[in-house]
């Protein structure tokens, strides 16, 4: 029998999981191996009724560029128990799998790690490498390189947050737009700066001070007047939905009256609610509150985002990831995730090195807020209030030093 590899995806979909997992597939079946895809993420590995299927180079070039994942992903978690007792070795036994391919964030990283420990321990020949994924771009990879989908969702993002901030020109009202991100605030900081929102709200922001709805809120109409200051009327202000994860804000939206369900990790399921509708809601009252003449209007970017088309960047980024694994396979690396660099070198980045020694998680990378992407962006395209328009606010509001940027983070 032929030397096979299988491959499968975990978590949520991103731009280029098929660009990946078929160029995987592409890659290892030039070089003579027999590919195999596993439906249903890490639930395969943990069932005796694992739902494979036979890649082959048609199937493969296929599906390569086009989004959303041909290979069926869930975000099943396996348990110790699963571990002990369900684990499907013979699914490699009788498919004489050499390597496990697995692609996804920072939740299939994590299982990925204890996956590469489990069969350390148990002295199974399986090498385990995986690939980087995630719209929120909140994996630990070195010098700010990104994770593959990310660049294409705050493409489609940037989009978005384009076309509703002409629309706020147009009508002379203010959007709320909430970016996924339940972590790190990337993707919101980039389609911010992309579309020159004069506001975008990331919980990075609050390195110096504590995380209120109250704060996120005053930011927020801390842009509004400055902007009317300019004679501006019209303007979006952008947020992650991290903000919304925080459990502090958690709490106040709880005894604000918003009911949240929660998934098996433990996270809540934000996608079940509009973010964007309950901080609009919550503008309006603010502004009401100040004698302000706003309306707002809110845009949710998250589900719309995951599974479109990759964007060019993401293709060549994606293929030069499934290379990269072929190369650290044939060079005997396990446990490991790929890295590639901006000049195309590929490195190991190895699981037990990035875990968190109490949890063996990956710890998710955040938004650098002192670095100068983030700084430049609040220093020459964001709006808000400081000490200096004092003298013109107060003909908006009574308290302008209540909006003042810069005393609300004590940045």
Known sequence: MKDSIIILCGGGPAPG??????????????????????????????????????????KADRYFNV???????????????????????????????KLLVTIGGDDTASTANRISKFLAAKNYPIANIHCPKTIDNDLPLPN????????????????????????????????????????????????????????????????????TLDKIIKLSVSAIIKRKILGVSYGTVVTAEGLFHDEGVMQEMVDAGVHFTFDEHGHPELG????????????????????????????????????????????????????????????????????????????????KDLQDPETGKIPPRIVDINSGTAQNYYSFIAHYVTEDDYEAARQYVENPEAYDFKKILEW
Not at 36 to 57: C, I, M, P, T, W
Not at 68 to 91: A, C, H, I, V
Request: net charge neutral; proline share 3%.
């Open 144 to 211: 700010n390189a990104p994770t593959f989908g990310y660049n294409s969702a705050k493409n489609e993002g940037a989009h978005i947050a384009k076309t509703v901030y002409e629309d706020a020109r147009t009508s002379g009202n203010w959007f709320v737009i909430t970016a996924m991100g339940r972590t790190c605030g990337s993707l919101a900081l980039g389609i911010g700066e992309a579309s020159h929102s004069p506001m975008t709200i990331i919980p990075e922001m609050f390195n110096k001070t504590t995380m």
């Open 67 to 97: 989004g959303g994942s041909y290979l069926q992903m869930s975000r099943f978690k396996p348990t110790d128990k699963d571990f002990e007792e369900n684990f499907n070795l013979d699914l490699f036994k009788d498919n004489n799998i």
């Open 272 to 351: 079940k609610i509009s973010k964007a509708v309950i901080f609009s809601d919550l503008l309006d009252k603010e502004c009401q509150k100040a004698g302000l003449k706003v309306k707002s209007r809110p845009v949710e970017i998250g589900y719309d985002v995951r599974c479109q088309e990759p964007v060019a960047y993401d293709l060549t980024y994606c293929t030069e990831l499934a290379m990269g694994v072929y190369q650290l396979f044939s060079e005997g690396k396990t446990g490991c995730m790929v890295y590639v660099d901006s000049f195309g070198k590929v490195s190991p980045l190895y699981l």
């Open 17 to 58: 999981m098929n660009s990946v997992s078929m160029s995987v597939a592409k890659t290892f079946l030039s070089k003579g191996y027999r590919v195999l895809g596993l439906h249903g993420g890490y639930s395969g590995l943990f069932s005796k009724n694992a739902r494979v299927e036979e890649l082959d180079f048609f």
